[in-house]
């Protein structure tokens, strides 16, 4: 599994994707995980990606 987010304020909202996270993740353990901060996102101010291969 691999984890991406794009944030327009990376320091305010990592702590809330960390919650995020553990919500729709679970426990231990965590996949790979890239932050990205990126100046504008049309419309949005996180975006997040989330690629599983299947079994």
Do not use: C
């Amino acid at each position: 599994m691999d984890v991406t987010t794009f944030h327009t304020d990376l320091g305010k909202q990592f702590e809330t994707g960390m919650v995020v996270r553990d919500w729709a993740i679970g426990a231990l353990p965590y996949p790979n995980w890239t932050a990205v901060g990126v100046m504008l996102l049309a419309g949005f101010a996180l975006r997040s990606k989330l690629s599983r291969a299947s079994p």
